[in-house]
């Protein structure tokens, strides 16, 4: 391979990237499969009651999917072309748009309650009775996991996975060890019952990551470049000169900023800079530094700063293909729930089970997606310059694309043994009710075990 272009397709640059990122992929659906396992032990309407609302409020969250992974590819190209001003413009945008759309959709959440759970979902009268609060509590913390969500998505283009991880597997350590105090020690918030005190641990666990998040983005951001502030106010900030002999220069040549938010006719979102190199050094990756930084020709020198609100506008145009693909995919799982709610509450105890199961291995080779995304983003920005190893930078990126494929075949076929190898010891786990176990026993389980391998490909093509 071409020097100038790093070896980000290798299995160690996979790996180093996939082992944290299925550490933190992990972390919220190895939390909601214990919490699952736990409330087993109150029986099959407190699961099917946590299915219900698990399941509606993940959708509100969920198809919002863009602030993580659309984000997280946005500012890894942003990185590889050192455009400095829309890297702090996309930071601030997800920020904000994050922690709007996440109240409108807590609002939208709280406004449907009695629609979805009298008439959507056929809940018997010893389920409703516990819906209706866990509702309210999970609809609030919607607008923290989607900040959360954004921030992580930020992190991960900043190449900070290892933190991400730290993030997002401390804060489902706290909220396990608080749902554990509340279903197996008696705990209770606000004189609350249980499943609501479980609503709340959540709510403050994610106030408490979002606390952290904010703090390490702000600490990640390459300040010697510009400012949160200044991208809002249109400041564009310094960028280091292309060749040595421009470093004297008083007045650099400028990258019109927030190229990358203009529509895809006009300018798609992987380019790179004009006579740049389009990589981006593995030392460089976390900070944004390289002495070395291109800069675009200067035909395009001192443009003036994209407006915000246009840039805004631009920012949730690029999601829309996203909504649209995430939307799709949470109303299957909205209507396997509403199916399941049909045939009574013991079938939908088992899809609860069940679907746990199914985002536990699909979260987890999701990982692997998560490499790809870091990793291919970064060879993305490079492989349009064929000066400068743009043809290395393609190869490398078709090979970090058919190996982190097979990786999630692998691991899903590796999940779906493991799932056929412990199904009594796994179906005891989640529940003691038979009527429950027969339903998990059957064909259901093998058919989940099953699908694992295609389940651990699609998840990877997605990212």
Same mark, same amino acid.
């Given at each position: 391979?071409?020097?100038?272009?790093?070896?980000?397709?290798?299995?160690?640059?996979?790996?180093?990237?996939?082992?944290?990122?299925?550490?933190?992929?992990?972390?919220?659906?190895?939390?909601?499969?214990?919490?699952?396992?736990?409330?087993?032990?109150?029986?099959?309407?407190?699961?099917?009651?946590?299915?219900?609302?698990?399941?509606?409020?993940?959708?509100?969250?969920?198809?919002?999917?863009?602030?993580?992974?659309?984000?997280?590819?946005?500012?890894?190209?942003?990185?590889?072309?050192?455009?400095?001003?829309?890297?702090?413009?996309?930071?601030?945008?997800?920020?904000?748009?994050?922690?709007?759309?996440?109240?409108?959709?807590?609002?939208?959440?709280?406004?449907?309650?009695?629609?979805?759970?009298?008439?959507?979902?056929?809940?018997?009268?010893?389920?409703?009775?516990?819906?209706?609060?866990?509702?309210?509590?999970?609809?609030?913390?919607?607008?923290?996991?989607?900040?959360?969500?954004?921030?992580?998505?930020?992190?991960?283009?900043?190449?900070?996975?290892?933190?991400?991880?730290?993030?997002?597997?401390?804060?489902?350590?706290?909220?396990?060890?608080?749902?554990?105090?509340?279903?197996?020690?008696?705990?209770?918030?606000?004189?609350?019952?249980?499943?609501?005190?479980?609503?709340?641990?959540?709510?403050? &666990?994610?106030? $408490?990551? #979002? %606390? =952290?998040?904010?703090?390490?983005?702000? !600490? /990640? *951001?390459?300040?010697?470049?510009?400012?949160?502030?200044?991208?809002?106010?249109?400041?564009?900030?310094?960028?280091?000169?292309?060749?040595?002999?421009?470093?004297?220069?008083?007045?650099?040549?400028?990258?019109?900023?927030?190229?990358?938010?203009?529509?895809?006719?006009?300018?798609?979102?992987?380019?790179?800079?004009?006579?740049?190199?389009?990589?981006?050094?593995?030392?460089?990756?976390?900070?944004?530094?390289?002495?070395?930084?291109?800069?675009?020709?200067?035909?395009?020198?001192?443009?003036?700063?994209?407006?915000?609100?246009?840039?805004?506008?631009?920012?949730?145009?690029?999601?829309?293909?996203?909504?649209?693909?995430?939307?799709?995919?949470?109303? &299957?799982?909205? $209507?396997? #729930? %509403? =199916?399941?709610?049909?045939?009574?509450? !013991? /079938? *939908?105890?088992?899809?609860?089970?069940?679907?746990?199961?199914?985002?536990?291995?699909?979260?987890?080779?999701?990982?692997?997606?998560?490499?790809?995304?870091?990793?291919?983003?970064?060879?993305?920005?490079?492989?349009?310059?064929?000066?400068?190893?743009?043809?290395?930078?393609?190869?490398?990126?078709?090979?970090?694309?058919?190996?982190?494929?097979?990786?999630?075949?692998?691991?899903?076929?590796?999940?779906?043994?493991?799932?056929?190898?412990?199904?009594?010891?796994?179906?005891?786990?989640?529940?003691?009710?038979?009527?429950?176990?027969?339903?998990?026993?059957?064909?259901?389980?093998?058919?989940?075990?099953?699908?694992?391998?295609?389940?651990?490909?699609?998840?990877?093509?997605?990212?």
């Amino acid at each position: 391979m071409d020097d100038s272009v790093p070896e980000y397709s290798s299995w160690a640059s996979i790996l180093g990237v996939a082992a944290p990122a299925v550490i933190q992929s992990l972390a919220a659906p190895l939390t909601s499969t214990l919490q699952t396992a736990w409330l087993g032990l109150y029986g099959s309407p407190a699961l099917a009651a946590y299915a219900a609302v698990n399941t509606s409020a993940t959708f509100a969250l969920k198809i919002f999917v863009f602030f993580g992974d659309g984000v997280s590819a946005k500012v890894g190209n942003l990185v590889g072309q050192k455009d400095w001003h829309g890297l702090f413009i996309t930071v601030l945008l997800s920020l904000l748009w994050s922690a709007s759309l996440g109240t409108a959709a807590a609002c939208v959440l709280l406004l449907l309650k009695p629609l979805v759970i009298h008439h959507v979902l056929d809940l018997e009268p010893r389920v409703l009775a516990v819906v209706a609060a866990y509702w309210t509590v999970r609809a609030a913390a919607v607008p923290l996991a989607m900040t959360n969500m954004a921030c992580t998505g930020v992190l991960q283009g900043l190449h900070r996975v290892t933190l991400c991880a730290a993030l997002n597997t401390g804060q489902a350590v706290a909220e396990s060890c608080l749902s554990a105090a509340v279903l197996l020690g008696g705990v209770r918030f606000l004189g609350a019952g249980a499943l609501v005190s479980m609503g709340w641990a959540s709510l403050l &666990t994610q106030a $408490a990551q #979002l %606390v =952290a998040c904010l703090t390490a983005v702000h !600490a /990640a *951001l390459p300040h010697q470049h510009g400012s949160l502030r200044g991208a809002w106010a249109g400041e564009t900030g310094p960028r280091q000169p292309l060749l040595e002999e421009e470093a004297g220069e008083d007045e650099p040549a400028l990258r019109p900023p927030c190229a990358d938010f203009l529509p895809a006719s006009t300018a798609p979102l992987l380019v790179s800079d004009a006579g740049g190199s389009g990589t981006l050094p593995p030392d460089a990756a976390a900070d944004g530094t390289d002495a070395h930084a291109s800069a675009p020709s200067p035909a395009n020198h001192q443009q003036p700063p994209t407006a915000p609100a246009s840039a805004s506008r631009a920012f949730l145009d690029d999601g829309v293909n996203m909504l649209l693909r995430s939307i799709t995919l949470q109303a &299957t799982f909205f $209507a396997a #729930l %509403v =199916a399941a709610s049909r045939l009574g509450t !013991a /079938a *939908l105890a088992a899809h609860s089970v069940v679907a746990q199961l199914w985002m536990l291995s699909a979260y987890a080779v999701d990982g692997f997606a998560a490499a790809g995304i870091v990793l291919g983003s970064r060879l993305a920005g490079a492989a349009d310059d064929s000066d400068q190893g743009g043809d290395a930078a393609l190869k490398s990126l078709r090979r970090l694309i058919r190996r982190c494929c097979m990786a999630g075949t692998a691991f899903g076929a590796a999940t779906g043994a493991t799932y056929l190898l412990f199904r009594r010891p796994l179906i005891r786990l989640f529940t003691g009710d038979a009527e429950v176990a027969a339903l998990l026993g059957g064909s259901t389980w093998t058919l989940v075990a099953a699908m694992q391998p295609c389940n651990g490909l699609v998840f990877v093509l997605d990212g």
